[in-house]
């Protein structure tokens, strides 16, 4: 079943490469939904925050930027990363994925510090409908970036023993597409949660 | 497709200074600008969509005719982000304007 | 905890029910052993990866929930027939009519349709598997551990008692304490999961599996019907993932999403459930408008009238299904300008529903009708529809539904549309496609008899409930009034019927598994479509070969072209994916997660995860790819299937 497509990347070489990556888009476009339910309902709880504090008292801009800046770059070096491997770099494309991973890791950890810092405020999971509603947005994302880590870490293993191949490009192929999405993710929660929050 | 040809990912660099840009000026607006909030909000959230479109153009390769899966996934896409206007909006209508 | 907390006691009837759990399953463990079969189920059926027998697997277990939930719709049946009847207590009927909703619509409607398109969907497209087998098996194991898990409340921890809507504040952790609606919750995330992952299975097999020459607005009725329901399942399906999510947080972790504290806000989970509910009413009768195409156009004999107007309407009202959910609370309140809104955009989806019925009037129309079992139910289908779909118009008149809403009134619509719809073309989608999978007819006479039984008792039991409805009476009432008497009795009545119509059924099953010609052609309804071009039994592989598709009714032209699906000048080796036990067993992790998560065991619930994440980490490193099947042996089973 296996059509080659001269000139075409690697990963779109095989029917079966084909098929995976467009049922990979599809499921992105059923996690659109799942994001938006979310902020549906962040939304409508806005301003139901109860005797806790209010998001205007707690956010601040320079950490969110920065958490922002993190996880763009890191969507731009998975870019890269890619780029790397359509030229057949094994070297380039794992170089790039590590750089990729350690700027995910390091918004992680500005995510983690940001709800310890929240919660030492009075501003906790069961504190509010409007907590729950931005815990649980944030964190929903927090844990997509979390499972992204370490899906990337088991293809950067068989990256290092296979290197690039059809299975392989494929894999990474799929995982920058997650990769991606999730900064498109972010965008949203930046605008809609952060800076709506810090205005309204 | 050009990019996968060239040396210098240029595609991705231009998305990516249009992202920290757009990213800056949705930062300024929200806090630099006296522009009412209700403008505010309208503004931001177009910058965003924007800039979810250069990731899924720039980024993504979101209409790849290599990929063999034609305007799938930008079709899919597309209904996606209409699904969750609906969910949005038609919550925040419902449950909110009503009141 | 102490035993008797952990399981149910003090009901005789569930007593009674532990003892036939028990007795069945030592009785399968029994007749496993003694016939030696325990190899045989692990390597035929719990690893199969064959869409085939993932089809005949969900078949099987949506009977036996149609057969759970039709024995808690009896017993609601019975306590209804009198009033003052004491043979359920209020907490127990609460319990039964949240499961017997549940069940139907989950792990009934949804599993017994997505079975039929497991099955013959690839058969009609001309596919050798779906586009990923393993995924598939994944969603069926799922289902069924989702299934198992909602089911076994009732003999452990107690069933869920706020209805299928589990309206908060109700179902919430206040006002709810205890495993029951935790239940609810994870048995239905558990299947969902499966749900979502078949839904974009189907998708991409659809739509990139077809075979040369078919185009999209070629491919079957009941393959597009497919296609459309996919499409609304992948995305309503993330909406209830979400809704059922927080509120398992809101019950297990204490946030305050639905809560009256905390300025949470319980109306927000009826809006997220009826945004996902509607659009499912829709992923379960879209595929049987499907079902129905195809029996109405086989026996009709006659190529179905206004194919495009079919397909058009059913996307129309794809998209129109995720534009109207607030008709489902309109007393709450939301003001007349939201109600009115939504009150059009219920009555639109009317339209593209009447244009179907109208088309299938159409074909019907100076045809020479073939009255077989399956036509029977496709016939017995329109008017009895038609009565759903008005009344259905009429509770989508907002000011008229204040009077309406959550009466019996309510419950004969939908009733009349599941019923008359979904279960209807099951069994007809059943009946028909029954030689293509099991190689026999079911015997006809006992077919009509048991459809005759069924449907003069689906008429019996709910035409009378629009009455009662009208008089007054509510839904979800334990106990009725003597006013409410005569109509009650003779629901009761018809639902008997209906059972008797089930139970001879499945009986026929057995008769004509013993009696039954077996088929030798694979064509046994003279049938129009690619599926009935395959060889009988269907090799695992499907077709040797396949001709290009010139026309929707690809096979009538295939029959007047001598084409088959064996040309031997054009064989070649086929690709086919192996089996694997891993779905069964991450699924069954998952499914011990899920139980431990139901106590709220956090840390067992844990280990759990990471057993299933340790099982993902194991098919990621995986790099079995299938196997070829070779020339000689597609020779070889083609010539003795084809007795060539
Ligand atoms: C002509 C098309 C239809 C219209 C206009 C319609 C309208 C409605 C309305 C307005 C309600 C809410 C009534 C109330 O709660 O007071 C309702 C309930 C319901 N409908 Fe329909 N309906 C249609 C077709 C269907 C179909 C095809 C199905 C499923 C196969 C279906 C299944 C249901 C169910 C399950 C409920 C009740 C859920 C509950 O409250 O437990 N309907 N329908
Ligand atoms: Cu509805």
Redesign the pocket.
């Known amino acids: 079943m296996s059509t080659n497509v001269n000139h075409a990347p690697l990963e779109y070489q095989t029917e079966h490469n084909q098929m995976s990556i467009l049922g990979f888009w599809i499921f992105l476009a059923a996690e659109v939904v799942l994001f938006s339910t979310l902020f549906a309902t962040y939304a409508v709880l806005f301003g139901r925050t109860a005797d806790a504090p209010t998001p205007s008292e707690l956010f601040e801009l320079d950490i969110v930027l920065v958490m922002t800046f993190l996880l763009l770059t890191s969507s731009f070096t998975c870019g890269i990363a890619i780029h790397q491997m359509r030229h057949g770099s094994n070297k380039g494309l794992i170089t790039w994925m590590i750089i990729t991973l350690a700027l995910g890791l390091g918004f992680l950890g500005f995510e983690v510090y940001e709800f310890i810092h929240y919660s030492h405020e009075g501003a906790t999971l069961p504190s509010s409908a409007y907590w729950s509603s931005f815990y649980v947005l944030a964190g929903t994302h927090g844990l997509h970036v979390t499972l992204g880590i370490g899906w990337a870490i088991l293809l950067l293993i068989q990256l290092f023993k296979k290197g690039i191949t059809k299975v392989t490009s494929r894999k990474v192929f799929i995982i920058s597409l997650y990769w991606h999405f999730l900064d498109v993710i972010w965008i949203f929660i930046f605008t809609s949660v952060y800076l709506i929050g810090m205005v309204v | 497709m050009s990019n996968q040809t060239k040396r210098i990912p240029t595609h991705h660099i231009i998305g990516f200074v249009l992202s920290i840009l757009l990213t800056i000026l949705a930062a300024w607006t929200t806090i630099g600008s006296d522009l009412s909030t209700n403008w505010i909000i309208t503004i931001i959230m177009l910058l965003a969509v924007i800039q979810a479109g250069i990731q899924l153009i720039m980024f993504m390769h979101i209409v790849e005719p290599e990929s063999k899966n034609g305007h799938v996934p930008w079709n899919m896409m597309f209904h996606g982000f209409v699904t969750a206007s609906i969910v949005v909006a038609g919550s925040i209508f419902v449950m909110v304007y009503a009141f | 905890m102490n035993l008797d907390e952990f399981f149910v006691t003090g009901e005789p009837l569930i007593y009674a029910g532990m003892v036939s759990i028990v007795l069945v399953t030592s009785a399968m463990i029994f007749l496993l052993t003694y016939f030696k079969k325990w190899g045989w189920l692990w390597r035929e059926w719990l690893t199969t990866v064959d869409h085939k027998k993932i089809g005949v697997m969900y078949i099987l277990s949506a009977l036996a929930m149609l057969f759970r939930g039709g024995v808690d719709a009896l017993m609601m049946r019975v306590q209804l027939a009198f009033p003052d009847l004491n043979f359920l207590n209020a907490q127990h009927y609460n319990e039964i009519f949240t499961t017997h ?1 549940t069940i139907m ?1 989950i792990f009934m ?1 949804m599993p017994f349709l997505i079975g039929l398109m497991n099955i013959i969907v690839p058969l009609q497209i001309g596919a050798r598997d779906f586009a990923f087998p393993f995924v598939n098996a994944l969603s069926f194991w799922s289902f069924f551990f989702g299934a198992l898990l909602f089911n076994i409340s009732f003999v452990i921890g107690g069933s869920p008692d706020a ?3 589990s309206y908060t504040p109700l179902a919430g952790a206040a006002m709810n304490p205890g495993p029951g609606q935790n239940f609810y919750l994870l048995g239905l995330q558990l299947s969902g999961i499966g749900t979502l992952a078949t839904g974009i299975n189907l998708m991409v097999t659809i739509l990139k599996m077809r075979a040369p020459g078919m185009k999209l607005f070629k491919m079957p009725i009941f393959s597009w019907s497919t296609l459309v329901t996919s499409f609304i399942i992948i995305f309503a399906f993330p909406i209830l993932t979400v809704a059922l999510a927080l509120m398992t947080i809101d019950r297990i972790f204490g946030s305050q999403f639905f809560t009256l504290t905390g300025e949470g806000l319980p109306m927000m989970w009826a809006n997220l459930f009826w945004m996902w ?2 659009p499912e ?2 992923i ?2 879209l595929p ?1 408008f499907g079902i129905f195409s195809e029996v109405i156009a086989t026996f009709a004999k006659k190529r179905i009238f206004g194919y495009h107007a079919m397909v058009w309407s059913m996307i129309l009202i794809a998209g129109l299904s995720f534009l ?1 959910w607030v ?5 709450m309140g939301a003001g007349a300008f939201v109600n009115s809104v939504f009150s059009v955009s ?2 639109l ?2 339209v593209p ?1 009447g244009v179907k019925i109208f088309n299938w009037l159409g074909t019907l129309y100076k045809s020479k009708i073939q009255f077989t079992t399956p036509m029977m139910w496709a016939l017995a289908f329109i008017p009895s ?1 038609v009565i ?10 907002a000011a008229a ?1 204040y009077q ?4 019996y ?3 004969a ?2 009733h009349y ?2 019923i008359a ?2 279960v209807f073309a099951c069994f007809a989608g059943l009946e028909y496609w029954y030689p293509k999978m099991f190689g026999h007819k079911l015997n006809e006479k006992l077919g009509k008899l048991s459809f005759w039984l069924f449907v003069i008792g689906f008429h019996v039991t709910f035409l009378p409930q629009y009455f009662l409805g009208l008089d007054g009476m509510p ?1 979800r009432l334990f106990d009725t009034a003597p006013e409410w008497f005569t109509l009650n009795f003779i629901s009761t009545v018809g639902a008997f019927g209906m059972g008797a119509g089930f139970a001879l059924f499945v009986f026929n099953i057995y008769y004509s598994y013993r009696t039954s010609q077996r088929e030798t052609t694979g064509d046994s309804w003279d049938g129009r479509t690619l599926e009935w071009a395959t060889p009988t039994p269907i090799p695992h592989y499907n077709f040797a070969t396949l001709p290009t598709i010139r026309d929707i009714d690809a096979f009538v032209e295939m029959k007047k072209r001598n084409e088959t699906t064996y040309d031997e000048s054009k064989l070649k080796p086929i690709h086919m994916p192996n089996n694997s036990g891993q779905p069964f067993i991450m699924m069954a992790l998952l499914f011990m997660a899920s139980f431990a998560l139901v106590f709220e065991w956090i840390t067992l619930s844990v280990i759990f995860l990471v057993g299933v994440l340790i099982m993902m980490v194991i098919r990621s490193f995986d790099e079995d790819d299938g196997h070829h099947v070779e020339v000689e042996e597609i020779k070889e089973t083609e010539r003795s299937l084809r007795g060539l």
């Open positions: 909703g619509i409607a209805g299928w809507t509910g509607h009413v829709y379960v009768i049987a109207v008709h489902h609370f309109f007393t219920t009555m989806i009317a529903t529809f759903g779909g008005v009344t259905g118009v009429m509770l989508g008149m539904d309406f809403h959550n009466s009134f309510l419950i619509h939908f549309v599941l719809g979904t839904r």
